[in-house]
């Protein structure tokens, strides 16, 4: 590896060294292209060898190319040491117990000025220094299980998640939040809803699209939601809680198997598929939508089920697929593949062989639908019953993430093909559901005219 | 109640005690006397096809009441360097601003609502900036770093607004002095603000993500004609390339004032070069004042660490009064400032006392419409005398103090009285750094707490931008004709003054500089032609005129061997009618093709007839009526001092 010190590397750093200038130096550069005085901050790793970054008086920063520098000339030193400021979360009677699990992801930060780098907020004195209002809704503590980034979540963490969930029960805690990031929320939703059944307490999760170094991050408002749901609201289930409009107007809770990230970078990014919500929360309470759920109760008779079969994958079907793929599957070794198929779940002839090589192998194969919304339905022609005759269990309408996570903890716990299916095509929590709502899938189309005027009307 | 004490005189007396003169009767001494200083933060849109960090187009604005969309946002202070928060963003948090955003489908994408990271920054503008920034002079810089302001007051979505120095220092000459820049940026425009009522702020984003850049002055100017004058030199330099946007709002000031003893005041937003010298004028004696009213408290009060309000809730069934205040289910609060006789009324500015600095703040901070306050020292306070009567038993007032009252809903009333005794608390201190809102008659309003330096932050959503050392050299190469020249190449050519600035503002000289060259007309005719006859014209008949067409006019003039007299003629017409052709001007001016020798055979009967019949003794009269009858069928054709001395000739014989 090169040497950097700071993130300078190559032509920069040399520059550095050669003037005998530091990092957090107040320096003057003198250059073909004129004088520049300001502090020497450091680089981001993936940023050019070729320029050094300076803080100018005003502020604002501005890099300066080495191959223009004449001169460099140390004027001062002074590095920075940040640090959140830190206020004692009160205490207040009467207000519920809840519990913050810390994964890694930020929930609440700032930014250093000077460098750019994200310092998270975590413990409580923190946060209550970030997010006030959370001591008007609960009593609030906080854990850092692990520190991971969303992208890096896996088994390891679902289970040790769900076995903190069980022991915060055991304790007597009446709410349950997860902080996390929200490239994956989703998949560690439908794992901690398979890990802690019969739960008598509310679990959410929840993030944030815009970082909480922002004004208008929605970091803010999340926690405050979450530590309602957590807290006051009647829904004891794994539940995501994230913006329902792009608006500062109110959150929607979603069930855990049937939630997924729908924009890459929307506020209003979850979105219950297959389903409604299964309600709002805004910081006055939760207000139900679906009727049926899991009920609050006193007890902690929660069933925590922490098991994970890591030889699991999913299989993104495409036109002219080649056979090759599952066969190196079933080569290494895998256990069990999640096919998204086409249309109501069919792949082409081409992989018929493979598959059938793959169920001889004892693969338990299962089969969802690319378009998210809808039902795998393998009876209407013959390429889904051929398929099936081959050893691929329809899904129903479980979503190709949640199938994944599901088909991982099934076998987890046992390898016998039966038994999967069995355990697979019975619902846990709403991952297959009876029917589908005729209004649950609603995604709008922008133009079109009584759009247009719901839009114009209702906050985005 | 204190009968005795007049608030009208008092107001004059301490109007003399600071000193104000009059605008027009100041001189560079009283601005010397003032430790007057000033620099200058000049906003100029550049004129692109799309925004700065998405592809929506610029320039379309929407009626504020026609929109396709609204999105509801709310500002949180995020925690600055020393994990307090700032200045401004505790001030905008105490409001408890909704913030509503207007959008418009052709006008605003993902990116407006904050709910994109922003696109690859646009190149057209960053070569325009580093064009504008050449022209300075200035040191361009090795990598461009985009970074965050923070703005909380919800005119940008995302509480920052993108901006990037692209280079620093640099300096324009002034008539008698350089002025030196600290630095040029290139930055995202905010959005337009619909309204500010209450607790509710409303803005369009039309104007959001417009490419803009800011020249900052160092504060060297020293009277408000400086500053006038070296807002009008940027603004000719940046038009001079041709390539900024014109017309209202593409140019905005920041103007920083401050006197001896005083601190720097950014008065925002400044829509006309011309309000700026009154403007400044008033800050400086604003700040004057202050400091008086700073000695004159800490005279009398000894503690001033210790100097709080006292404050009273009022029954208003107790109050029998008509009060002023808008709005329903008021509370209503006395407040006493113990000490404060004779501040309240203090002059600050032209029609305007201490206790208006009060007002402002609590319409800004506190959401509280005006009238929010009456005070003890109102000029009219006879008319609420039982009210007064009330409040001075329930407060124990005493001679020394001023008291205030006001009223607003219940939640607002904490934050209200916060925002009074804070005021008050501020002018022991003397000035407090605020910014604040011009207005066309010179006086200034309360608009924000000026922020500190650390609401800068490097934007984590986009990469470095290296400028290299070849774009630079192709920029530099096609520079247009520097600012200085011009000003020296009208003045070699004779122009009137008063022609330059719109010759100058209008980026005009590259077309008069062609044609004059072209056609070799002289330079004089040409520019007064632009500046005095077509800006005569246009003004007078409400009409544009596209200055790109008088080339061709003089290009048709010169093939169909017409003199350019004849111009002025034409160019009336083509005015009121754009769309007409050459042709069809001179048919309608009933323009005929005639030789000088024709011309010229006329004249012996018109001297004949005139010296016969009228018996004219005066020779002039009788040339004048002879040029009459020829005037009109000599224009264009024949050089109209050719045909008057011919009269004369004739005449005289």
Redesign the interface.
């Known amino acids: 590896m090169t040497e950097s010190i700071q993130g300078y590397k190559g032509e920069a750093l040399a520059t550095i060294k050669k003037y005998n200038v530091r990092v957090w130096s107040d320096t003057l550069i003198k ?1 073909s ?4 005085k300001g502090i020497i901050l450091p680089r981001s790793e993936n ?2 060898t ?2 050094i ?1 300076l803080k ?10 080495v191959h ?1 520098i004449t001169e460099m000339t140390e004027l001062g030193y002074k590095e920075a040491h ?4 830190e206020k004692e979360f009160p205490y207040t009677e009467g207000l519920p117990k809840v519990k913050l699990l810390g994964t890694g992801g930020t929930i609440a930060s ?2 250093d ?1 000077r ?2 780098a ?1 310092i998270p ?1 975590f413990s409580p004195g923190e946060l209550y ?2 997010v006030p209002e959370l001591a008007d809704i609960c009593n609030l503590d906080t854990e850092k299980v692990f520190a991971v980034f969303s992208e890096n979540m896996g088994p390891s963490q679902y289970k040790k998640l769900a076995i903190t969930i069980g022991e915060e029960i055991e304790k007597g805690t009446q709410g349950i939040i997860i902080g996390h990031g929200t490239d994956t929320l989703h998949h560690t939703a439908a794992a901690l809803t398979f890990m802690c059944q019969n739960l008598p307490i509310p679990v959410v999760l929840v993030g944030s ?2 970082s ?6 929605d970091a ?2 999340n926690l405050m939601h979450a530590a309602t749901a957590a807290g006051h609201g009647d829904i004891a289930e794994v539940m995501v809680c994230m913006f329902g409009p ?4 109110y959150g929607l809770l979603h069930r855990g198997t049937r939630v997924r990230k729908m ?5 209003s990014t979850f979105r219950t598929i297959g389903d409604v919500p299964l309600g709002t929360v805004t910081r006055a309470g939760v207000t139900h939508i679906h009727s049926v759920f899991n009920k609050r109760r006193n007890d902690h008779n929660v069933k925590i089920l922490p098991y994970f079969e890591e030889k699991v994958a999913i299989v993104y079907y495409y036109p002219n697929m080649q056979p090759d793929i599952f066969d190196s599957l079933v080569a290494n070794g895998y256990k069990g593949i999640v096919i998204a198929g086409t249309g109501l779940g069919h792949v082409n002839k081409l992989i018929y062989p493979a598959i059938k090589r793959a169920a001889a192998a004892g693969v338990a194969i299962y089969m969802t639908v690319q378009t998210l919304w809808g039902y795998v339905h393998m009876f209407v022609y013959d390429t889904g019953r051929d398929l099936m005759s081959m050893g691929i269990v329809p899904a129903e309408n479980m979503l190709p993430e949640v199938a994944y996570i599901k088909l991982g903890w099934v076998l987890g716990q046992t390898s016998d093909l039966e038994k999967v299916k069995e355990m697979m095509l019975t619902p846990v929590s709403g991952e297959i559901t009876r029917g589908e709502p005729y209004n649950g899938y609603l995604i709008y189309q ?1 133009g079109i005219p009584e759009v ?1 005027e719901f ?2 009307r209702v ?2 | 109640m204190d009968s005795e004490y007049n608030a009208v005189q008092n107001f004059e007396r301490t109007r003399q005690e600071v000193g104000y003169t009059p605008f027009s009767e100041a001189t560079r001494a009283t601005y010397t006397g003032l430790g007057f200083k000033s620099g200058l933060e000049i906003h100029q849109q550049l004129r692109t096809r799309e925004k700065l960090f998405c592809r929506c187009p610029v320039g379309v604005y929407q009626e504020f009441d026609d929109y396709d969309a609204e999105l509801v946002r709310h500002m949180r202070p995020t925690l600055s360097e020393l994990g307090e928060y700032d200045g401004t963003a505790l001030m905008e948090f105490r409001t408890r601003k909704e913030i509503i955003y207007r959008l418009k489908n052709q006008t605003a994408c993902t990116y407006e609502v904050d709910d994109t990271p922003p696109f690859p920054l646009n190149r057209q503008a960053l070569e325009i900036a580093m064009e504008i920034s050449l022209l300075l002079k200035q040191y361009i810089v090795g990598e461009v770093h985009i970074t965050r302001k923070q703005y909380l007051d919800g005119s940008i979505p995302t509480g920052f607004q993108r901006t990037a120095i692209i280079g620093i220092e640099g300096e324009i000459p002034l008539s008698g002095k350089n002025i030196r820049l600290i630095q040029l940026s290139l930055e995202e425009d905010s959005c337009r603000e619909v309204s500010d009522i209450g607790h509710r702020r409303i803005y369009a984003t039309d104007r959001l993500g417009m490419p803009l850049i800011e020249m900052v002055t160092y504060p060297e100017m020293l009277t408000p004609q400086e500053v006038a004058e070296a807002a009008h030199y940027l603004r000719f330099l940046a038009r001079s390339t041709g390539k900024v946007r014109t017309g209202i709002g593409a140019a905005r000031e920041d103007v920083n004032v401050s006197v001896t003893g005083g601190t720097r005041i950014e008065i925002k937003g400044v829509a006309h070069i011309s309000w700026i010298p009154l403007l400044t004028h008033i800050e400086a004696y604003r700040q004057k004042s202050l400091l008086v009213i700073k000695d004159r408290l800490n005279q009398k009060i000894l503690k001033p660490d210790s100097w709080r309000v006292i404050t009273k809730q009022l029954k208003l069934e107790d109050v029998r009064t008509t009060l002023p205040f808008p709005g329903a289910d008021l509370q209503l609060v006395a407040v006493l400032l113990p000490g404060f006789k004779g501040i309240l009324s203090h002059f600050t500015q032209p029609g305007r006392d201490f206790a208006s600095e009060i007002s402002d703040r609590l319409k800004v901070i506190a959401c509280l419409e005006k009238p929010n306050l009456l005070h003890s020292e109102m000029p009219d306070i006879v008319e609420f005398a039982a009210l007064a009567k009330l409040i001075e038993t329930e407060l124990d007032f005493g001679k020394h103090d001023a008291w205030i009252c006001f009223a607003g809903p219940e939640a607002d009333i904490a934050t209200g009285i916060e925002t009074i005794e804070e005021r008050c608390q501020m002018a022991f201190a003397g000035i407090p750094r605020e910014t604040r809102k011009g207005l066309e008659n010179g006086t200034t309003l309360f608009e924000r707490v000026l922020p500190g330096a650390d609401r800068m932050y490097p934007d984590t959503d986009s990469a470095p931008i290296p400028v290299a050392e070849e774009l630079i050299v192709k920029l530099r190469s096609q520079l247009p004709v520097e600012l200085p020249v011009r000003l020296e190449q009208l003045s070699k050519w004779s122009v009137p003054e008063d022609c330059w600035t719109y010759l100058l503002r209008n980026n005009l000289m590259p077309i008069a500089e062609k044609i004059i060259e072209d056609f070799e007309v002289e330079a004089r005719f040409v520019c007064t032609l632009i500046a005095h006859y077509i800006k005569g014209k246009v003004r007078l008949n409400k009409k544009s005129y596209n200055f790109n067409n008088l080339y061709s006019l003089f290009s048709f003039l010169q093939e169909h061997d017409i003199r350019w007299e004849l111009i002025k003629e034409m160019l009336s017409i083509i005015i009121e009618h754009p769309k007409i052709d050459y042709q069809s001007v001179l048919n309608l001016l009933n323009w005929k093709q005639e030789k000088a020798e024709d011309l010229f055979r006329k004249i012996p009967y018109f001297t004949e007839s005139v010296l016969k019949n009228c018996q004219m003794k005066c020779d002039h009269k009788a040339i004048s009526w002879v040029m009459g009858k020829l005037r009109n069928q000599a224009l264009g054709n024949v050089k109209m001092e050719l045909v008057q001395a011919k009269i004369k000739e004739l005449v005289e014989q």
Do not use: C, M, W
């Open positions: 250059s292209r004129g004088e520049f940023d050019d070729t320029h970054v100018l008086a005003t502020g604002y920063n501005v890099g300066v190319d223009t940040y640090k959140i400021p700032r930014l000025y460098t750019g994200v907020a220094g970030a699209q815009r909480s170094d922002r004004p208008s991050s803010a408002l792009t608006s500062d107007e924009h890459s970078s929307y506020r922008g247009e839009i114009r906050h985005k």
